[in-house]
């Protein structure tokens, strides 16, 4: 059973670059078939998805964010990553990891929540 | 503004039914992509109800179940519990990649 934990910094300033990992265990990050993946959730908000990466290493973005978003994969340490650049406070959001596959979100992690302020 | 339309909120009392709908449009649930549903307790991650249109998970009672006709998708609940109160979101897809629905608060009464 695939489980995920998200983890970094939980507090960044207006303008620098948030950065999140996602540990995956019970499965190997590079299994064909699934895709790994980052929803958004600002406080008392719905869900925004950020964007995902295959096994293969494509990665797909949402467009309002796409300028901003990187996702890679560290398949030595069964994890993979976002970094958004360029925050503001409209960032601020709990972040989730997931694992995408046949186009649906599971499982999820339990989640971290990002404050942007100065 | 999500690109999928939930609303915002329903209400029933233990015991009844009560349905969520989602309506997208020719450019996501129309061009036939499947609906998937969410469920989010109060301070949890979201996790996966429906899939498929209408298919369970292991472990999802099947009082929730659900359907797609057209442009739109609904969730069902019968035998209304307490233990339902959450927020419920759709997902599906369009030309753009992944989209949610901006979700429902279902309070039991």
């Known amino acids: 059973q695939l489980q995920l934990q998200e983890s970094g910094s939980g507090l960044v300033k207006p303008s620098q670059t948030l950065s999140l990992t996602c540990a995956v265990s019970g499965g190997s990050i590079s299994s064909g078939g699934y895709s790994w993946s980052w929803i958004r959730q600002p406080p008392g908000k719905g869900l925004e998805w950020i964007g995902y990466?295959?096994?293969?290493?494509?990665?797909y973005y949402n467009p309002s964010l796409k300028s901003r978003v990187t996702i890679s994969v560290d398949r030595s340490k069964n994890q993979f990553s976002l970094k958004l650049s360029s925050v503001t406070a409209a960032d601020t959001a709990v972040y989730y990891c997931?694992?995408?596959?046949?186009?649906?979100?599971?499982?999820w992690g339990q989640g971290t929540l990002v404050t942007v302020s100065s | 503004q999500s690109v999928l339309t939930q609303p915002p909120s329903v209400s029933g009392a233990p015991g009844q039914r009560v349905t969520i709908s989602c309506t997208g449009s020719s450019s996501n649930i129309g061009a036939g992509y499947d609906v998937h549903w969410y469920q989010q307790l109060p301070g949890t991650a979201p996790k996966l109800l429906i899939y498929?249109?209408?298919n369970r998970p292991s472990g999802v009672p099947d009082r929730f179940s659900g359907s797609k006709s057209g442009t739109s998708a609904s969730l069902a609940i019968t035998g209304l519990q307490a233990e339902d109160e959450a927020d419920y979101y759709c997902q599906s897809y369009d030309s753009s990649g992944v989209v949610f629905g901006g979700g429902t608060k279902l309070t039991v009464l």
């Open positions: 498929g249109n209408s």
């Open positions: 997931a694992t995408h596959w046949d186009r649906r979100f599971d499982p």
């Open positions: 990466i295959y096994h293969s290493g494509s990665t």
